[in-house]
């Protein structure tokens, strides 16, 4: 009764219920042993709670706590019984997917919706009222910010509002350079996109390295002049076909645990069930070493 008990075979052992054990069984064991190992109620609960014993021979509360959680959810006890391993709430052919949402699907989405607010910019500065209205509102806030205007507790120069300011700032430097050359404003906005893929940081280290992904931005605004519907279809077919093997993906993961558990699961099954039977042979064994020491001392 002194002696330390091995550690436990799985969560399963951890509850003291069989490998077929029920919702219900899950739920007493539980029950059980948390009035045992959990600490306010321990404390409260003497007669449940074998207190002779060295708390290293009882699992403790978090991994009751942990095997119930196991056990109890039905997808997450499969793939318990499948691998051996609890491989946390979310299911592997979700976490496949949400990989690949978060590092492919989100970041295409976002820089396709960012391509097509860039071409809808061009496209509504090209009417000339537009860009007229657009600089006259900027020459009004920039009167404005002259004279330091203030209205209450507004002030067109408090630092919540310089981002706006900046942003109108380079919308209306857009509307200007398209006035002189179109060219130059879709220059921006291939520049405004090479950033979002390469980031800012990495552009703006230098005037040289500015210039030179400037250049290129002109260049490249020059050369798929007249492309860019076919650009954001292709993007738009892209982030379609990444959905797809996302999905695609997904599914393949699903079927390949439903195949692993029917292949091998029965062999997990029999290994755990090897080794109970191991660890019942090693106890009575040394169930029957004490016996004769305690029998030759006696004699």
Not at 54 to 77: D, G, I, K, M, T
């Amino acid at each position: 009764r002194g002696g330390t008990r091995p550690p436990m075979i799985d969560y399963y052992d951890t509850l003291g219920v069989g490998l077929d054990a029920d919702a219900e069984e899950i739920k007493k064991a539980f029950k059980r042993l948390s009035l045992q190992t959990h600490p306010d109620k321990a404390r409260s609960t003497a007669v449940l709670n074998d207190n002779d014993r060295p708390a290293s021979e009882r699992p403790s509360f978090h991994q009751v706590q942990l095997a119930r959680e196991v056990l109890e959810n039905e997808e997450r006890r499969k793939i318990y019984d499948t691998f051996g391993i609890d491989l946390g709430e979310e299911r592997p052919e979700m976490e496949v997917w949400t990989i690949g949402l978060n590092m492919l699907l989100s970041p295409m989405g976002s820089f396709t919706l960012k391509t097509a607010f860039v071409r809808l910019a061009l496209w509504l500065i090209s009417f000339s009222w537009v860009g007229r209205i657009l600089m006259a509102c900027g020459a009004i806030v920039g009167v404005l910010y002259g004279v330091d205007f203030r209205y209450h507790d507004f002030g067109i120069r408090s630092p919540e509002i310089l981002p706006i300011l900046v942003y109108g700032g380079i919308v209306d430097g857009v509307v200007f350079l398209y006035w002189i050359w179109p060219l130059l404003a879709e220059t921006v906005t291939v520049f405004y996109l090479l950033t979002e893929v390469t980031g800012h940081q990495a552009l703006l280290e230098s005037w040289k390295v500015i210039g030179g992904a400037a250049f290129g931005s002109f260049v490249l605004a020059w050369l798929v002049r007249g492309w860019w519907w076919w650009i954001l279809g292709l993007e738009v077919l892209l982030a379609v076909v990444m959905l797809a093997a996302l999905t695609v993906a997904a599914g393949i993961m699903r079927l390949w645990i439903d195949q692993v558990q029917t292949q091998r699961g029965g062999e997990l099954r029999d290994w755990r069930l090897a080794l109970r039977k191991e660890r019942k042979r090693l106890h009575t064994e040394v169930a029957d070493l004490k016996k004769k020491l305690q029998e030759r001392g006696g004699s």
